[in-house]
């Protein structure tokens, strides 16, 4: 147990579907991050928040949308997928966004196929 | 930027055997951190090591800056090792963590 949930854990969607995924941190942190894990690729970042705000987004295409209402929750919500999107979607959270070695605790994952 | 290899890619070890993975970088950096990846998804940080040695348990981990690159040692391997192991750096102007490609650890009873 990380202090960092997920849900769902496991989604099927079709190209046309719209969906979300959940994420919540109970460590207090104020730094969260989406990743997308591809099969034999390195994780790739996808979005960072700080303090609720944006400050980072890694030419993620439109069809994926985050939104922070808060320092504790993070959403991803996905429409009109491709069947590339497939994938382990992981977030993360750090005390802070700094320089210095933050280390990120990360959530189990959702492992997303789009059919 | 920033890369970082890490081999072998893949090692299948008897219980009980040791081993050591292996993380190169190509820059200097402010950052560096060990995850380990269960069979299930879950991304476990072990060490923030950007220099020197550290130790916890079985696990221990050692990074030469100026040679730019750290090992990850596991002794006594159970079969709860088994995963993937990944090295990520970070720089010092920014605050984004590198990965590489991860080792992918099977340890056999």
Request: a neutral charge; glycine letters at 8%.
């Amino acid at each position: 147990e990380t202090g960092v949930t997920q849900t769902p854990r496991h989604l099927v969607m079709g190209m046309t579907n719209k969906k979300s995924l959940k994420c919540e941190q109970h460590l207090g942190h104020n730094a969260m991050y989406w990743y997308k894990q591809s099969a034999k690729k390195p994780l790739e970042l996808m979005f960072v928040y700080n303090f609720k705000e944006q400050t980072e987004n890694n030419s993620v295409p439109s069809r994926f949308s985050p939104e922070c209402p808060n320092s504790s929750h993070l959403f991803l919500h996905l429409h009109t997928l491709q069947p590339e999107d497939s994938a382990l979607y992981l977030c993360a959270s750090s005390q802070n966004l700094g320089t210095g070695g933050e280390t990120q605790y990360f959530g189990p994952g959702t492992r997303l196929l789009v059919l | 930027g920033i890369q970082v290899e890490q081999s072998p890619p893949d090692l299948i070890l008897q219980e009980g055997a040791n081993s050591t993975l292996r993380c190169n970088f190509s820059d200097s950096v402010n950052n560096l951190q060990w995850f380990h990846q269960n069979p299930w998804g879950q991304l476990i940080n072990l060490f923030y090591i950007p220099s020197g040695t550290k130790q916890n348990g079985r696990l221990s981990a050692t990074t030469v800056a100026t040679e730019r690159y750290s090992l990850l040692y596991i002794s006594s391997s159970q079969t709860t090792d088994s995963g993937v192991y990944f090295c990520a750096v970070g720089e010092d102007s920014n605050y984004q963590l590198i990965w590489g490609a991860g080792t992918k650890l099977i340890i056999k009873p």
